[in-house]
């Protein structure tokens, strides 16, 4: 038989996905793969109710139905400061998942290089490599996840094709500072490159940390294609509704990749969604306030119960340190967690280029009746995990 395509030889199936599957194994809770356990607000399940009886069951325009894109383009012209084209300068992708991968097709030749700061969401990797190109791993420094400007550079002098920048970033929760995303935009225009944006926690963001749109910097819309989602932000993770924002010339090239990957969006999610795009900003602050309240009561009982973790500034999830208990193997211990203690996380060394083998990652978007109850099964912790117990697992 022939032989099989080598793209995928140096990474696995998706971990997050998997420990999805280990938590219903073991009937934990599971706070791994971050999707809500409660409804979307109730005016966009109101109307998707009245879309099942409305005419929206076939194919919408390849690039997004025209109300959704008009809803989309007035809501984000507010937030970046400028006035977006609903037709020329918006592609309507199936979940901010294909928003990265067209994003990455669009702008990468095979050979190319793409810069990612490490820990990064997983798909980044996986979306260069299978765009043909080599990714150039540049650390975040805990416990604030900063980078060394000097490190940056070095990255940027590869001359690279593209930064993948996730702000408010999945699994660290880091913030980039305005100083911050001035230096990479500084090195973006010296060494003339591409910045790829992962925004879908933009509205999840604590005080007294700022989320800035990059392309809103100066001189950087030109060079930023901007990916997001309604996932998170109306906690609709299932219905697949991503985009992308970018400069026409770069959209009509990322218009094509995405029609010949989806085809489109499903149309009668995109009709309910406009009700949501439509919102004003006291959806925003409620929801900023909801997640607040909910990352405080998590971190206060994690606290309590006296396990080190990080402190997110933006989106909802927490690193948690498991040295103490001695694994060789952070994913045995995910694994003994949802078997032994009845919680679900992610491994941490699917998020790190480096040698990470003693963080965790949960996630707080839940209710909170499920926080209290995966907080009540850590309690236990150390007595159905014993410290340092490497063996016989």
Sequence with gaps: MPELSKRTNTFTDSVI????????????????????????????????????????????????????????????????GRKIDPNGEIVVTCGSTEAMMAAMMTVANPGDKVIVFSPFYENYGADTILSGADPIYVPLYPPKFNFNPDELEAAFKQKPKALILCNPSNPCGKVFTYDELKLIANFAERYDTFVITDEVYEHIVYEPHKHVYFSSLPGMWERTISCSSLSKTYSI?????????????????????????????????????????????????????????????????????????????????????????????????????????????????????????????????????????????????????????LKGR
């Design 17 to 80: 996905r998997r420990m999805t599957r280990v938590s219903l194994q073991y009937d934990a809770v599971n706070l791994s793969q971050g999707f809500p356990d409660f409804e979307p607000p109730r005016e966009i399940l109101e109307r998707l109710s009245q879309v099942t009886h409305e005419d929206f069951h076939q194919y919408s325009i390849t690039w997004g139905a025209q109300n959704f894109r008009e809803a989309l383009a007035e809501k984000q012209s507010r937030l970046l």
């Design 237 to 389: 993770t299932g219905w697949r509704l991503g985009y992308i924002i970018a400069p026409a010339h770069v959209i009509d090239v990322a218009k094509k990749v995405h029609d010949f990957l989806t085809v489109g969006a499903a149309a009668p999610l995109q009709e309910a969604a406009v009700v949501g795009l439509k919102f004003d900003d006291t959806y925003y602050r409620w929801l900023q306030d909801k997640y607040t309240k909910k990352r405080d009561l998590f971190l206060k009982g994690l606290d309590d119960i006296g396990i080190s973790h990080t402190v997110p500034e933006g989106a909802y999830y927490i690193l948690l340190d498991i040295s103490e208990f001695g694994f060789d193997s952070d994913l045995e211990f995910c694994e003994v967690l949802a078997r032994d203690v009845g919680v679900g996380a992610v491994p941490g060394s699917s998020f790190f280029r480096e040698n990470v083998n003693h963080l965790i990652r949960f996630h707080f978007a839940k209710k909170d009746e499920t926080l209290y109850e995966a907080l009540n099964r850590l309690q236990d912790l150390r007595k159905k995990i014993p410290v340092c117990n």
